[in-house]
């Protein structure tokens, strides 16, 4: 299957400080990325959605201003947590959504451990 | 957003045993995908289903796409410890659209 990475795997930040993460599409060209966050025990929660050379989309009760999102190229997606506070901790993971002969599906990168003291 | 209602939340069983577990709907969709995820790590997917009837399998694991397009199932044959993790259906309204996730089941295999 199609492979994606994430980097970094772990973070530990203060709190105010500003984190970057990137999401790469790795043997193939990802014209959408999902990111999404994940509490303990919980299911995925849609963040945003991420479209090459546009503005993204972000769900409902996602600030904008805070959690920035760039796709740059069909490879590479970043978020940016801005002004990280502990409640921001979390585990983020980010997607590919690849597209081949009308199917579509998504491949998942490895996630990052954001902690922030 | 759209809800998907996955079932059993949780499983405790025997290795050796098979597993079934469903993805229920009240929308009609036109992708399942199926994913396992383990601690600390990406869901990593099993299987795609693209058309309403669709029965396939990956090894051990087999899924289907419900006949109504608003259910997906998937089984595990003889179950073995490293099968331990949690199941994620995903489903797709329409093509191009976000993919919504179920709630999960958690899956323990005792040796």
């Known amino acids: 299957g199609a492979v994606v990475s994430q980097h970094p795997s772990r973070v530990i930040c203060k709190s105010g400080t500003s984190v970057k993460i990137e999401c790469r599409s790795l043997?193939?060209?990802?014209?959408?990325m999902f990111w999404y966050r994940q509490f303990p025990k919980q299911s995925l929660m849609l963040m945003a959605t991420?479209?090459?050379?546009?503005?993204?989309?972000?769900e409902q009760g996602v600030e904008k201003d805070k959690f920035l999102i760039n796709h740059a190229s069909l490879t590479l997606s970043t978020l940016t947590v801005t002004s990280a506070h502990p409640e921001d901790s979390s585990f983020y993971i980010c997607s590919g959504g690849h597209e081949a002969g009308g199917t579509d599906t998504q491949y998942f990168g490895p996630g990052t451990r954001l902690t922030v003291l | 957003g759209q809800q998907l209602n996955q079932s059993p939340q949780s499983m405790f069983i025997q290795e050796g045993e098979d597993v079934s577990m469903n993805c229920t709907s009240s929308s009609i969709f036109n992708t399942w995908l199926w994913y396992k995820q383990e601690p600390g790590e990406g869901p990593v997917l099993l299987i795609a289903l693209y058309k309403a009837g669709e029965l396939t399998s990956n090894g051990r694991l087999t899924a289907q796409f419900g006949i109504t397009r608003k259910d997906s199932f998937l089984n595990i044959s003889a179950s073995i410890p490293s099968d331990v993790g949690i199941y994620f259906c995903a489903g797709q309204l329409t093509y191009g659209n976000q993919f919504y996730f179920g709630t999960g089941t958690s899956l323990t295999v005792i040796p």
């Open positions: 043997d193939f060209q990802a014209t959408t």
């Open positions: 991420s479209n090459e050379g546009s503005k993204a989309t972000y």
